[in-house]
């Protein structure tokens, strides 16, 4: 599996542009990159897939480089109701005999403040 | 569809009881998880179904821990007996294969404290 590294915490104010970049080194051709966000006192909540380039939905953009080696997710214009933890995913969701050992790890932990 | 139901939402308990969490996963979906969140060793899979079959249990802590799934629309997760370091968030999550993005779908989770 690949091992993801996000950072463990951001901080921002309302109405910025958070961007969240996780490093995958040895995402393997098959590897999707799955973003999660959790509130609190919430189960985690699917945010955006991507496979390659841009990847847009009405909540957030993905980013991933040519290499794939790493992706961003673009928060636009955050809100305080975006505070949470966002989880980076890597693995071949294809296959559903991997599903089981996708690791979320320790997540972002976004802190949007007035 | 109401989304994966869980039950109870909190429970507290004795050491050396018996503690039963259940999960409703959304109808239709062939894969139903549970994962356990803590502060300190964050989410992790315990187990997981498909079709009502275990596929990979190899995140369940100890013999202790046992999950079931009778039918397609009701899954269980025990605990016996029960210790101060099961205290945790669990969650039941369920996934339809070939869906959109494989998504899983989490339900509310069950705050469980063994005293």
């Known amino acids: 599996l690949a091992k993801t590294t996000q950072p463990i915490s951001m901080d921002s104010y309302e109405g910025q542009e958070v961007n969240i970049t996780c490093s995958h080194n040895?995402?393997?051709?098959?590897?999707?990159i799955t973003w999660y966000q959790q509130f609190p006192s919430q189960g985690p909540r699917f945010i955006i897939q991507?496979?390659?380039t841009k990847v847009t939905n009405e909540v957030a953009s993905l980013f991933i480089p040519a290499d794939r080696k790493s992706s961003t997710l673009s928060l636009p214009r955050v809100s305080l109701s975006d505070t949470a933890v966002y989880y980076c995913l890597v693995g071949d969701m294809r296959r559903s005999d991997s599903w089981g050992k996708f690791q979320f790890g320790a997540g972002t932990q976004v802190v949007v403040t007035p | 569809d109401a989304g994966v139901i869980q039950s109870p939402r909190h429970e507290v308990t004795e050491m050396g009881q018996e503690v039963t969490l259940r999960c409703k996963p959304i109808?239709?979906?062939?894969?139903l998880f549970w994962y356990r969140q803590t502060m300190m060793r964050g989410l992790e899979l315990l187990i997981y179904?498909?079709?009502?079959?275990?596929?990979?249990d190899s995140g369940m802590p100890e013999d202790r821990f046992s999950a079931k799934m009778p039918n397609a629309s009701f899954s269980t997760l025990k605990i016996q007996p029960s210790e101060p370091r099961d205290s945790a968030v669990y969650f039941c999550?369920?996934?339809?294969?070939?869906?959109?993005?494989?998504?899983?779908?989490f339900g509310p989770g069950t705050r469980l404290t063994v005293l």
């Open positions: 040895n995402i393997a051709t098959n590897d999707y």
């Open positions: 999550a369920s996934s339809l294969s070939g869906g959109k993005d494989n998504e899983q779908f």
């Open positions: 991507g496979y390659k």
């Open positions: 179904f498909n079709n009502n079959v275990p596929i990979d």
């Open positions: 109808s239709g979906h062939d894969y």
